[in-house]
Every structure is written in C-alpha cells, then in structure tokens.
C-alpha cells in the first residue's frame, strides 16, 4: 500500500473534525479582533489626557474596556473548547486504528518489532496530533489574521508607517530561509536517533540490575554510550545550524521600533502626524510582527509532528490482509511437520542453521539436543512460522510455517518459549488463556504431567494464587511448569518446547517426558533440550551441532551409530566418554 504523505495524513486525521476545527478558527479570529480593539479605547485615553475634545465619557471606556476583555475571554474558551474536543476525539481515533492494525499484524511482524518503539508511536507521536489541533491549529490562525487586522487599523491611522513597519518582513523571511532549509533531513535524523535512543534505554534500565552485579555503569554500556553520543550530535549539528538564524529572524522581527519611532518622529517635525497618532502607530507596530514569530516557531515544530506522523501513518490504514488458505489434512502417516534442506542466516551473514531435513510424524515425541547456540531455538521459531528460512521450505500441516495467519497457527500449535510471560491475576486465569471449555479432569492432569500438582495443594489459596505481571516472585522452573500446563490445555495437536524444562533438575525432567508421552499421546511433542535424560521413551532424537543435523534417530539407534551422542549422554550420566567426540 503506497504510504501517504505526513500532511496528506494530518488532514485525513482532522477531516471528520472539521466543523469544530472551523468553529474554533472562527471564535479564535473574533477573539483577535477583540484583542485589538482596546486601542481604541487607549486611542480615547489618550484625547481624554490631552485635553482634545471627547464623545465618550470615562466610565462608557471603562465598562467598554471590561466588556472587550470579557468577549476576548469568551471566544477563545469556545475557541480552545472546539479545538480541543476535535483533538481528543481524533486522538482516540488514531490510537483505535493503530491498535486495531497492530493487532492485525501477524505474529512474525511482532519479531521485528521492539516494544518502546511501538509505545512511542502509539503515546508520544499521536500526543504530538493533540497540540496541534487543540493549540497549534488556533493560534496559527490567530497568528495569522492578527498582522492583517493590525495593518489595517495602522494603515487607518497613517498608511506611510504601515509599509514600513512590515518592510522588514520579507529580509527576515530570507534570513529564516538561508538558515532553516534543509532542517527537514535534520529533525528526520533526529527523530530516529530519539527513538532508537529510547529502545536502547528501555534495554538497559531492564538490566540494570545485571550492570550493578558487575559494577558497571552507563559509560560502560558501550552501545547506550555511542547511541547517546549519536543523539546529542545531531543535536548539536541542529542548534547550530537554526540558532543563529531564528535569533537574527526574531531580532528583525521584534525591533520594528528602529525605524517606525525615527520615521514616526520625521513625519511629526513635517507635522504630516500628530504626537498622540504616532503613539498609537508604535503601539500597533510593536505588536504587529509578533504573531509572525509564533506563526514561524509553529512551523519549525511542525518538522517534529510530521516525522511523527510519517512513523505512524503506514499503520493508520490496515496494511495485512491475513491469508485465506486451507490447511491439508494430516492423517497419522503423513509428516505433521517437515524441514526441507532449511538453511537460516541473520540479517543475511551470520549462518545460523544448513540444510536441515527431517520430518515430525503425528503423535510423536521428538526431541532436539544439542550444545547452546547452535540452532536449536531458531529450528523452533522455524516450525512455529515465526521465522523464515533462508532457503529451503518448513511445512506445516500441508503448508508453508510462515504464511500461516495467526489463527491456523493457534489452531495448530502451543509453543513453550525460554522467555516466559505471567499475566497478573489468578494461576488459574494464567492457566487456561487457550482454553475455551474446560473439564476438571484435564486441568488436574495438567498440572500433575508438569509436576505442578503438589504446589498447587501446598499454596493457601490454590488454583486462585495471586499471579505478579510477568511472573514476579516465582522461580524459573514454577514458570516454566505453569506455562507446559498452560500448553497442555490448548487443543492444540503440536506442542514445541523450547528448552521448557532447563530450570528443572533430571528427576523432574524425565518425570514430565515419561508423563507427556503416557498421558498425551494424541499430541506431537517437538522439545528442545540440552538434558540427555530420560531419553529412552522418545520417538525421535535429532542431534544438532554448529548448525547442522548431524544425526536422528531413537536413544538406542544413537548410542550405536553417532559416537558424539554417546559420548555426550555418558557424560551427562557422570560417566567417563569412551571415545573422543567427533
């Protein structure tokens, strides 16, 4: 879907608002003509203190004077109670429509992304939508209409001071131009220094904890530190490009009285003027231009608004359209899932998996083992779909893994992750998120497979124990047990296990093997472990170094053929390896 420019998507954002953003344009232009009319009260003032002849007696300019002040208060209420109610209604729009597209996208999406970049987009730049329709919206139209309405009322009272009050304007505009263009490609640079600053921020205040341990501090975090460096950078490339210039526009701006007060004089002495006109012609000068600078600081902060709205617009429409394929039916003969000659890299350099070939029958337990950091985690988020192959093909229930939408994959599988996410509530809550219908007996089983049974009986409250947001104040192997139980509810035929007994110690690790495979045996089990116990009862072993499938097979098939499996399971056995690993 082609994107849309950021003002084209500002205005698609206001276009349903558009008759409060009008009304509040038009109560804030009555509320500046308002503004300029205690002038003339002044200008009445002033005869009354000169002693020239009067129409109005003091208290009329008085109570005149209160009502102007009172209609100025008013209108701009109105003005900013319009604006603001079009803001706040956009603004739940925009975050409604964000929010239903981020929940469209497909699990492999959500991989890509990091959670403070998608906070930022969803918080901080649609706030950046609120100030300018509730604030920047009136005031620009207030700014703009008050240096008319002022040079014409200047122009009433000595149109010769008019014209030079505003010749300065266009010098200004070209001081403002030499040293403000090409910021578009700076506040661009800086908005995605600001947000991958952010991310890296949010990373380290969640290790903090670890950076004490080892008494680190931020200089030490190398990325932060050069991420930190980045960001001030540019900020200091910005404010020395626009400072020097916004101070020079402003100065030319505001110092109108260097030439309408001599020319002012000079007309006086002609006596083309009077002493009280050209007082009243300074008053309106020096007040004239000023709109102008708040017209222009708008404009500058819009640069900040628009890189907002460019990072937010591609998700405003629906850009993902789930796929509408059906699954081909798997009988218990056929392969559940099946890699074929997969190969994986990251970020396209790093290999991480080559030719990787094997099939998953239903109803099997299969187990892959291997060392740390060789590829078994990424063969798991393979099968999940949440990763695609580099080359080769994973197929799932007769298709491809990642073009699966996200309800065939829950449909399909339940996945036990190393990363374990408790929500906050009850354990039986967190217990049974998959599960729409559920009986006694199965939530029993569940919890007696993942070896969970007698904790639960030992806690006061039960199956109602108070869960903490992210599992706060359990050990790693009660999350990891809560979370088989949780994907032993599910109806879902294929259950990946990645590494979802490690925080368990061997007695309890085959416990849960034995168990899995007595009490589930309508389910296809994919594990992944680096434990060689309770191995026996296993369909399928896949063994897995530096990326590749060096052998499968049952325990007894592998203690004969693979020396480097045997070995390995001896030592794990506390027994000495008979021969070196190949």
Not at 121 to 141: G, K, M, R, Y
Not at 453 to 461: D, I, L, P, S, Y
Request: charge should be neutral.
């Amino acid at each position: 879907m082609e994107q849309l420019s950021p003002w084209r998507a500002v205005v698609d954002i206001c276009r349903p608002h558009r008759t409060a953003i009008v009304k509040a344009a038009c109560f804030m232009i009555s509320a500046t003509i308002f503004e300029l009319l205690p002038v003339f009260f002044l200008y009445q003032v002033l005869l009354i203190l000169s002693g020239n002849e009067f129409d109005y007696s003091i208290w009329s300019l008085a109570l005149g004077l209160l009502g102007v002040i009172v209609f100025k208060v008013v209108l701009t209420m109105c003005a900013y109670y319009q604006s603001h109610q079009a803001a706040f209604k956009a603004m739940t729009e925009v975050r409604m429509a964000l929010l239903a597209t981020i929940t469209a996208m497909p699990l492999t999406w959500f991989m890509q992304q990091h959670p403070t970049a998608l906070k930022k987009n969803v918080l901080q730049d649609v706030d950046q939508l609120e100030n300018f329709i509730a604030h920047h919206l009136v005031e620009l139209c207030s700014a703009f209409v008050m240096p008319i309405f002022t040079f014409i009322a200047l122009a009433l009272v000595d149109w010769r001071l008019a014209l030079i009050t505003v010749v300065v304007v266009p010098f200004a505009f070209i001081v403002s131009y030499i040293f403000m263009r090409n910021t578009e490609q700076g506040y661009n640079r800086f908005s995605l220094a600001e947000k991958d600053l952010a991310t890296t921020v949010s990373d380290y205040i969640n290790n903090i904890a670890v950076m004490k341990v080892f008494k680190l501090d931020a200089q030490r975090f190398q990325i932060l530190n050069q991420k930190l460096g980045r960001y001030y950078t540019i900020v200091d490339e910005l404010t020395t490009q626009t400072v020097p210039g916004w101070v020079l526009y402003v100065g030319l701006l505001s110092a109108t009285l260097l030439w309408v007060l001599p020319a002012g004089v000079w007309l006086y002495q002609l006596g083309e003027i009077s002493a009280l006109e050209v007082a009243i012609c300074l008053l309106l000068s020096t007040s004239m231009l000023r709109p102008i600078i708040k017209m222009s600081r708008f404009f500058m902060d819009a640069n900040e608004l628009l890189s907002g709205v460019k990072r937010v617009s591609h998700l405003l429409k629906p850009c993902y359209q789930p796929a509408k394929l059906g699954l081909t039916p798997v009988n218990k003969y056929s392969a559940l899932l099946k890699f074929i000659n997969v190969d994986y890299s990251y970020n396209g350099e790093t290999r991480i998996l080559q030719k990787v070939a094997f099939s998953i029958l239903p109803n099997s337990f299969n187990l892959i083992i291997g060392p740390s950091g060789q590829g078994k985690s990424t063969i798991a988020l393979l099968a999940t779909g949440l990763l695609s192959p580099t080359h080769g093909e994973v197929i799932l229930a007769g298709m491809s893994a990642h073009k699966l939408s996200d309800q065939q994959r829950s449909n399909l599988l339940a996945i036990v992750s190393q990363d374990i996410y408790l929500f906050e509530g009850t354990l039986k809550e967190n217990l049974t998120l998959g599960c729409m219908q559920l009986e006694e007996k199965d939530l029993t089983q569940a919890l007696k497979t993942s070896q969970l049974f007698q904790w639960v009986k030992k806690q006061e409250a039960g199956l109602q124990t108070a869960i903490h947001e992210g599992g706060k104040g359990l050990s790693g192997g009660e999350k990891q047990r809560i979370a088989l139980a949780r994907a032993l509810l599910t109806e879902s035929p294929l259950i990946v296990l990645d590494e979802a007994t490690s925080a368990l110690d061997n007695l309890n690790h085959e416990k849960i093997l034995s168990d899995l495979k007595t009490y589930y045996p309508q389910r296809t089990f994919l594990m992944i472990s680096h434990k060689y116990a309770g191995l026996e009862k296993v369909d399928q072993i896949l063994v897995v170094k530096e990326g590749a499938l060096i052998a499968s097979g049952c325990h007894h098939e592998l203690l004969q053929t693979n020396q480097y499996y045997k070995n390995n399971w001896y030592l794990q056995n506390h027994k000495q390896a008979l021969e070196p690993a190949i």
